[in-house]
Nanobody, 118 residues
Framework: QVQLVESGGGLVQAGGSLRVSCGASGSTSSIVIIGWHRQAPGKQRELVASISNTGSTHYADSVKGRFTISRDTAKNTVYLQMNSMTAEDTAVYYC????????????WGQGTQVTVSS
């Protein structure tokens, strides 16, 4: 079992920056990919960024060049640094983790609200 707890959401002005954090606990050694999804009102949930246990990163086209995902393995924490934010970044951000043993299972945090005011 893996537990994910997000923090750092809030209100930011357009053009500003915000960093959200995700603390993982439990069977963290079984995580192969950890990242962030988001869901805006009336829109489908989408993958924002992810980082694998080998350090490979993936970003949605809409955030490339603006968002950066990083991790502190000693603290079992993953960060999403968001810069040059726009109103379109307003959403609930969920930390997600994928484990592959004994079978694939996707864990989700409770989410943190990020609101960008224009």
């Amino acid at each position: 079992q893996v537990q994910l707890v997000e923090s750092g959401g809030g209100l930011v002005q357009a053009g500003g920056s915000l960093r959200v954090s995700c603390g993982a606990s439990g069977s963290t050694s079984s995580i192969v990919i950890i990242g962030w999804h988001r869901q805006a009102p009336g829109k489908q949930r989408e993958l924002v960024a992810s980082i694998s246990n080998t350090g490979s990163t993936h970003y949605a086209d809409s955030v490339k060049g603006r968002f950066t995902i990083s991790r502190d393995t000693a603290k079992n924490t993953v960060y999403l640094q968001m810069n040059s934010m726009t109103a379109e970044d307003t959403a609930v951000y969920y930390c997600t983790a994928i484990v592959m043993w004994p079978k694939r299972y996707d864990y989700w945090g409770q989410g943190t609200q990020v609101t960008v005011s224009s």
